[in-house]
């Protein structure tokens, strides 16, 4: 089959095109014909320096999410599941692939009505927004300043936002990514502009829940425009770096710094819950760009230089 290999790690450029054996489902597994690999931010940090949550020695096949349909399973796996659409990670590796071998309950089936594009740009994405939104207990006329807003996440959190009665400011960077957040009727600011803050105080006066997803001196700011009784949850470090805020200095402000998590069987649920609500139209996921898998290079290469808005999928 094809694939896509990481034997070393470095720039774009390492990760090289090539054959890799045909998986076959063993006991308890079953078989995925990828039609679409979920890219995020996180495995072009592995990719470059080894550095990440996924662990494994090189040679490797990066990707931890794909969409297809379930072509074939292992003993003990009821054939039924055979031609079903579904979503799935993979375990950390993979991904980068036609095919890919997973246990029975890992994968997520896809509601009728969703495109299975717009299910993998839900996997993760979806759930990292429903969970942050949560943890955020967002309340009718909050004002919620969204990083990172042209986004994957940031674009849902926006939504989500929206949807709570939240008066929501979208930060985002460049003027492509702000026009397109206006077309969409958001009040939004451009966090490379200096005076980006005064902009966000003219809009809102003041700002009780921050979505980080820049990190870095954007997030320092943003902090500084939380009012007391505040909250603020980082999910991203588009610019580099984690947000530097001490927990001493958000005390002493009286903000609260939220570090939300899940447990596996939480993670699926709101798996199950963003395809729902995307099969309902309420969580509209955007894919800004899509590559073929030989062009994975290309991909991390667009995503590393923050030219991408949304979600970027690989399209087998």
Do not use: C
């Not at 896509?4 to 790690?9: D, K, M, Q, T, Y």
């Not at 659409?85 to 036609?98: D, F, Q």
């Not at 007391?228 to 402000?253: K, N």
Request: proline fraction near 8%; glycine fraction near 14%.
């Amino acid at each position: 089959m094809r694939a896509v290999w990481l034997r070393e790690f470095g720039g774009p450029e390492v990760l090289v095109p090539g054959a890799a054996p045909d998986p076959v489902p063993g006991p308890g597994q079953v078989l995925i014909d990828v039609a679409h690999a979920n890219l995020t931010f996180v495995e072009t940090i592995f990719r470059a320096t080894g550095f990440g949550p996924f662990g494994r020695e090189l040679p490797v096949i990066p990707g931890n999410g794909v969409g297809g349909t379930i072509a074939a399973v292992g003993p003990g796996v009821d054939p039924a599941l055979v031609g079903r659409r579904v979503v799935s990670a993979t375990g950390g590796s993979g991904g980068y692939a036609e095919r890919v071998v997973v246990d029975r309950d890992v994968p997520v089936e896809v509601p009728d009505g969703l495109p299975l594009d717009e299910a993998v740009a839900l996997l993760a994405d979806g759930r990292t927004a429903l969970m942050l939104a949560r943890a955020a207990g967002l309340r009718p006329g909050d004002r919620v300043l969204v990083e990172a807003a042209a986004g994957g996440v940031g674009h849902l959190l926006t939504q989500l936002a929206t949807t709570a009665g939240a008066r929501v400011i979208a930060a985002a960077g460049g003027p492509r990514k702000v026009a397109l957040l206006r077309e969409r009727g958001l009040v939004v600011v451009d966090y490379r502009e200096p005076d980006w803050p005064d902009r966000v105080r003219v809009a809102a006066g003041g700002v009780d829940v921050v979505f980080d997803g820049v990190g870095g001196p954007v997030a320092r700011t943003a902090f500084d425009l939380l009012q007391r009784g505040g909250r603020m949850l980082s999910f991203g470090l588009a610019g580099g770096s984690w947000a530097d805020v001490p927990e001493e200095t958000a005390a002493a402000r009286g903000v609260t710094l939220l570090r939300p998590g899940a447990s596996p069987d939480e993670l699926r649920a709101l798996t199950r819950q963003a395809l729902a609500e995307g099969a309902a139209g309420r969580l509209r996921p955007l894919i800004g760009q899509r590559f073929p898998l030989e062009r994975a290079a290309d991909a991390h290469a667009a995503m590393e230089s923050r030219a991408t808005v949304g979600k970027t999928l690989l399209d087998l």
